[in-house]
């Protein structure tokens, strides 16, 4: 063998090997694949999504992917039960911020109202979302032509609270997490009633 083709060779072995241990290592950051039900859903709830700007495709695939659990997903239905509890689950954790906050915060002061109320919303909100979890999970499909269920509306009035929260926090010195974290959140109520009006749509 020619000693150029045995250095292309070896430099081409090295390159793989870093792009082997690079693909490797992004799957040890335990973010599970973009599966296709994954990609077609964020896109169709963005096209979908019935309240002004959507938010991002990107924005909805990364919510999805911080629970494996959406991988495993094998349809719509499943999917938007997923991003439920991802919802869920970062309602709970802001709210648990709120909570050791409202212990440190002083008595009497400017903050102790606004963060007891945002206690109070992100509980209602966790509350409302498992009763929405279980009307999708009792729901058949209206063949009868009735009243639909307004799964879509369900989970979008988790948004007023939220947005309320957000404008008591905004300009409040020292809560800027719980701001950031409120605006992300708000956010993934859009994801979430988005994804659900494509299974309205299409149930
Ligand atoms: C998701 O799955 C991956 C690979 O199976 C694992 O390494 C990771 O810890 C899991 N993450 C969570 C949050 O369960
Ligand atoms: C996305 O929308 C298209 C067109 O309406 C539909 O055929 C497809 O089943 C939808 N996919 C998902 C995952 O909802």
Do not use: W
């Not at 979890?133 to 609270?161: A, N, W």
């Amino acid at each position: 063998m020619p000693r150029t083709t045995i250095i292309f060779s070896t430099i081409l072995f090295m390159l793989l090997s870093v792009v082997i241990t690079a693909q490797s290592s992004s799957s040890d950051s335990g973010k599970p694949k973009a599966t296709k039900l994954m990609v077609e859903a964020c896109k169709n709830a963005s096209i979908n999504y019935p309240y002004g700007d959507p938010f991002s495709q990107e924005f909805c695939l990364s919510t999805l992917q911080s629970d494996n659990q959406s991988a495993e997903a094998k349809d719509l239905r499943a999917l938007v039960l997923v991003a439920i509890d991802i919802l869920k689950s970062h309602v709970t954790a802001a709210g648990g911020k709120i909570k050791k906050m409202l212990q440190d915060a002083k008595k009497g002061t400017v903050m102790m109202p606004v963060l007891s109320f945002c206690e109070v919303d992100y509980d209602h909100v966790v509350r409302r979302l498992n009763v929405c979890q279980g009307l999708i999970r009792d729901y058949q499909g209206d063949k009868s032509g009735r009243q639909p269920l307004r799964l879509t509306h369900c989970v979008e009035m988790s948004f007023t609270p939220l947005n309320k929260c957000s404008i008591g926090l905004e300009d409040m010195p020292g809560v800027e997490v719980l701001s950031k974290e409120n605006v992300e959140l708000q956010f993934m109520v859009q994801v979430n009633t988005g994804l659900l009006a494509s299974y309205d749509v299409h149930d």
